[in-house]
């Protein structure tokens, strides 16, 4: 099995500024990661894919990189509507698995 | 505008069993593969389970593995997983889901295993 393991769990950031979420795979995938966004009471967001994709919902603040074991997630000037939990998920091999998430906070 | 909408949730004991159902629209089920994704109140997102678009393959987290099975309708566009052998860390949010890597999801159905 693949482990996901995201850093930090907790971001705590003010609006305007920029926020790097990390998420680090235990054996290679390529780059088939994707990212979500989760915010309380809601269902998870599709917000980029394969590694550095992003979807059409979201605006160009939203960056996607790495390939392999190393990817990285960027948010510049964050909004007070970015603050949610992001978990990355690799899709390259059964059985998928999540990251623990790093929740977003002001 | 593609829907996920999930039933069958609810209270149940440990060791019974549930059906959970989702009903897809807005895109061509027979065409995609879908899964079965959990969120654990203060754990995260834990995948379940994926079957395949014809439904010939079917894949489990090794924690469902034997309890919990996985089909599709193609011809009623609905997916269902059946639980049994429940257990108190099954508690959770079940989210049935478009795709491997998901790009639709339904808003979730509660499942609670409590005595």
Same mark, same amino acid.
């Given at each position: 099995?693949?482990?996901?393991?995201?850093?930090?769990?907790?971001?705590?950031?003010? #609006?305007?500024?920029?926020?790097?979420?990390?998420?680090?795979? @235990?054996?290679?995938?390529?780059?088939?990661?994707?990212?979500?966004?989760?915010?309380? $009471?809601?269902?998870?967001?599709?917000?980029?894919?394969?590694?550095?994709?992003?979807? #059409?919902?979201? #605006?160009?603040?939203?960056?996607?990189? $790495? @390939? $392999?074991?190393?990817?990285?997630?960027?948010?510049?000037?964050?909004?007070?509507?970015?603050?949610?939990?992001?978990?990355?998920?690799?899709?390259?091999?059964? #059985?998928?698995?999540?990251?623990? $998430?790093?929740?977003?906070?002001? | 505008?593609?829907?996920? /909408?999930?039933?069958?949730?609810?209270?149940?004991?440990?060791?019974?069993? /549930?059906? /959970?159902?989702? !009903?897809?629209?807005?895109?061509?089920?027979?065409?995609?593969?879908?899964?079965?994704?959990?969120?654990?109140?203060?754990?995260?997102?834990?995948?379940?389970?994926?079957?395949? !678009?014809?439904?010939? %393959?079917?894949?489990?987290?090794?924690?469902?593995?034997?309890?919990?099975?996985?089909? %599709?309708?193609?011809?009623?566009?609905?997916?269902?997983?059946?639980?049994?052998?429940? %257990?108190?860390?099954?508690?959770?949010?079940?989210?049935? !889901?478009?795709?491997?890597?998901?790009?639709?999801?339904?808003?979730?159905?509660?499942?609670?295993?409590?005595?």
């Amino acid at each position: 099995e693949i482990m996901m393991t995201q850093s930090p769990a907790t971001l705590s950031v003010s #609006p305007g500024e920029r926020a790097t979420l990390s998420c680090r795979a @235990s054996q290679s995938i390529s780059r088939n990661l994707v990212w979500y966004q989760q915010k309380p $009471g809601q269902a998870p967001r599709l917000l980029i894919y394969a590694a550095s994709t992003r979807a #059409p919902a979201f #605006p160009g603040r939203f960056s996607g990189s $790495g @390939s $392999g074991t190393e990817f990285t997630l960027t948010i510049s000037n964050l909004q007070s509507e970015d603050f949610a939990i992001y978990y990355c998920q690799q899709y390259n091999n059964w #059985p998928l698995t999540f990251g623990r $998430g790093t929740k977003v906070e002001i | 505008e593609v829907q996920l /909408l999930e039933s069958g949730g609810g209270l149940v004991q440990p060791g019974g069993s /549930l059906r /959970l159902s989702c !009903a897809a629209s807005g895109f061509t089920f027979r065409d995609y593969a879908v899964t079965w994704v959990r969120h654990v109140a203060g754990t995260g997102l834990e995948w379940v389970s994926t079957i395949s !678009a014809s439904g010939d %393959r079917t894949y489990y987290a090794e924690s469902v593995k034997g309890r919990f099975t996985i089909s %599709r309708d193609n011809s009623k566009n609905t997916l269902y997983l059946q639980m049994n052998s429940l %257990r108190a860390e099954d508690t959770a949010i079940y989210y049935c !889901a478009k795709g491997t890597f998901i790009d639709y999801w339904g808003q979730g159905v509660p499942v609670t295993v409590s005595s």
